[in-house]
């Protein structure tokens, strides 16, 4: 299954209600170019009523039904396509990010069919995924440091 067309849907919606979130773990490391596989999009969110409110107003721009998961002890979003078969989640925090700031800092925007999206650095990534340590996670630590020296070694040539 192809999930751009979400994507891309859910990066006009989230320009539309000026929601800042951040494209974290496997999908942002697809659109480094690392070869991996995901049926998740991983959104990073400042944790404020403001922002809770624009998740609320992405997912009815997207024809998809919000769900809040333990309120109000856990502040993570999914969106629910229906049969689409795939998950749409925003996340307050992530193992080895300190502050969305610093994950903004070093974030890279990528187009997408007249919107924009923010990416995590690929090192950031990196960085979740081993803090996060679990074995789905160690599994696909190798191509994405690969990936990352490629990259990497790119820019040293110029």
Known sequence: MDATKYLV??????EAAKLEAILIGNAAAALHGVPVQTLAFDFLYDDTVENEE???IVANRVSATLKHSFPPLDTLYSL?????????????V?????????????STTVA????????????????SKREAGR???KAILD????????????????
Do not use: C, W, Y
């Not at 849907?9 to 989230?14: D, F, S, V, Y």
């Not at 629910?80 to 307050?92: I, K, Q, S, Y």
């Not at 919107?115 to 950031?124: M, P």
């Not at 440091?145 to 040539?157: S, V």
């Open 80 to 92: 629910d396509f229906g049969p689409a078969d795939f998950h749409v989640n925003f996340l307050p």
């Open 9 to 14: 849907q859910i990066a006009a919606a989230m």
């Open 94 to 106: 992530a193992h080895g990010i300190s502050s969305i700031a610093s994950l903004r800092s070093r």
């Open 143 to 158: 191509a994405l440091e690969k990936t990352l020296g490629e990259i990497e070694a790119q820019a040293q040539q110029g």
């Open 135 to 137: 074995p789905k996670d």
């Open 112 to 127: 997408m069919e007249g919107s924009t999206l923010l990416l995590a650095s690929l090192a950031d990534i990196i960085k």
């Open 54 to 56: 624009k998740i609320a």
